[in-house]
């Protein structure tokens, strides 16, 4: 370790990136966990200068340009002794204001796997409990969207699950041949992304009783209709039509 050690280095621009793109996991976490979680990125380049990205600042009263905490220089003094840990907390501290803070921080790493920030999730448990499950919620003046989400074991429950679901959808209308409710399951498939996974043709077109060549057609039709580049080969097991 150099006499300047982690405190005196300057970001590359990859590094720069690295940080810019924890911007978006920390709207990630903000918005998954709402109003009393506060998520802070601090770059190492500059402590006096160090949060570049930052969601629900009013935690803390904290604003991007702000320094660096105490706490995250005296990780730094341990990152700079060789310690290799990635990981720190949950701890807990109170804000000026008396908000009690369980924190938890992460040491993020750029090139050569050197430190070049932290990410800081700060979550207000002294928050009223009716308030915090409220922010949990979704209200009608927020862009929230309803959806159907399925948590699959495994990769065949995903196709399975996929499969039935679009079937029952196309089996109900009527005055559709056979072929071409196969062709419209195919497309809501592929709608949903089930193409992505591996032997998703092989497990579409068995169910459906035709070769996988076939179901690539339909998939080629599809994305033609859709003024996509379905190219001319016939995919290999996993490749993504994209």
Known sequence: MSEEGIR??????????????MGE???????????????????????????????NGHITGRSIGG?????????????????QAELYGPYYSTTESGRRLKSTTAVIRGEEKRPIGFLCI????????????????????????EVTEHFPLTAQDLLDTAFR????????????SP?????RVVEELYRRGIFHVKNGIDVVADKLGV??????????????????????????????FL
């Not at 320094?67 to 310690?83: C, N, Q, V, W, Y």
Request: hydrophobic share 30%; with cysteine; proline share 3%.
């Open 67 to 83: 320094p660096m905490t105490d706490f995250a220089l005296s990780i730094l003094e341990r990152l700079e002794k060789g310690e």
């Open 25 to 55: 996991i920390a709207r990630a976490i903000g918005r998954q966990f709402g109003e009393y979680c506060e998520v802070v990125v601090h770059s190492l380049e500059d402590y006096d200068r160090s949060i570049v990205e930052l969601e």
């Open 165 to 176: 679901e679009a079937f029952a959808l196309v089996n109900g209308q009527t005055g559709v």
């Open 122 to 145: 700060n979550t207000d448990v002294s928050a009223p409990l009716d308030l915090f499950i409220r922010s949990l919620l979704p209200e009608q003046q927020r862009e929230e969207q």
């Open 8 to 21: 005196m280095r300057s970001l590359s621009a990859q590094d720069k990136a690295v940080l810019h793109s």
């Open 211 to 240: 070769s996988r060549y076939t179901v690539y057609n339909y998939i080629r039709e599809v994305k033609h209709s859709a003024g996509e580049n379905g190219g001319e080969k016939y995919p290999s097991d996993g490749e993504r």
């Open 179 to 183: 072929t071409e409710k196969n062709k």
